[in-house]
């Protein structure tokens, strides 16, 4: 199912469209719900499951690896939900199902308290195809950043099963570009705290629907759904950028121990 703040912003989307974009969006809507009535998957891409963990440093965990007691909730939850397991062993050779959707993709964080909190996304790769990480220059600045995000999205957001939630990493370093574009794909509030960079999401989610993709390739004025920007100091050579597109079943759980 949805997320609560995806449901909300596609009945938005909806309620403000008409003629054929409104047609799919209702056909979203109801798809939805039929998923959510007889407790099926919206999308045959079932994802791959990411998991962050914002880990208290007062907290103590004994009595097993966290790794593994991940790993076997996520076994759990595909199995027992009859969801379809996507993840193989070996990227390159041997390519054998795992048949239970494990290893999960988890991230840890240390964080100040006594607290864990975990925020799941079932990922599906139609979209996360569809996601980038660039190098830039310093020199390419704010209409370098705005000119890749676009470009992305006109080359790939059709493919990706619009309308798209985007997240995206500006700063650190190759990698930390890219678990930050994912990080904000996954982040509660809507807007950055930073005044800048929420200007610069309510600009590019406005640029991209401007691209006129519309829900499901078939144009309209809902493209985008949301942009997400995190951001972290770099060296004084690079710009890294991290794009993680998102379709529009943003399937996202969080909890708090």
Avoid: W
């Amino acid at each position: 199912m949805y997320d609560e703040s995806t449901r909300f912003k596609i009945q938005d989307a909806y309620e403000k469209s008409e003629g054929r974009e409104r047609n799919v969006l209702k056909l979203l809507i109801e798809n939805e719900k039929l998923a959510k009535e007889n407790n099926i998957p919206l999308c045959q891409d079932t994802g791959m499951a990411v998991v962050n963990m914002e880990i208290g440093q007062d907290v103590r965990l004994v009595d097993g690896d966290i790794k593994e007691a991940v790993n076997d909730g996520v076994r759990r939850a595909y199995l027992d939900a009859y969801l379809r397991c996507s993840v193989v062993d070996d990227p390159l050779f041997s390519r054998i199902n795992t048949k239970d959707n494990t290893p999960a993709l988890i991230h840890y964080e240390i964080v100040s308290g006594e607290n864990i909190k975990i925020t799941c996304l079932a990922k599906g790769f139609g979209s996360e195809n569809a996601s980038k990480l660039v190098m830039l220059n310093p020199s390419d600045g704010l209409e370098g950043v705005k000119k890749e995000v676009l470009e992305q999205v006109k080359l790939k957001g059709a493919n990706a099963c619009p309308p798209l939630s985007i997240g995206i990493g500006i700063g650190g370093s190759f990698d930390y570009a890219a678990y930050m574009a994912k990080k904000a794909l996954m982040r509660e509030e809507e807007y950055n705290s930073d005044s800048r960079y929420k200007e610069l999401e309510i600009e590019l989610k406005e640029m991209i629907n401007e691209l006129s993709i519309g829900p499901a390739g078939l144009k309209g004025k809902n493209t985008c759904l949301s942009v997400k920007i995190e951001y972290y100091p770099t060296h004084i050579a690079g710009l890294p950028l991290g794009i993680n597109i998102n379709c529009h079943a943003v399937r996202k759980a969080v909890i708090n121990l």
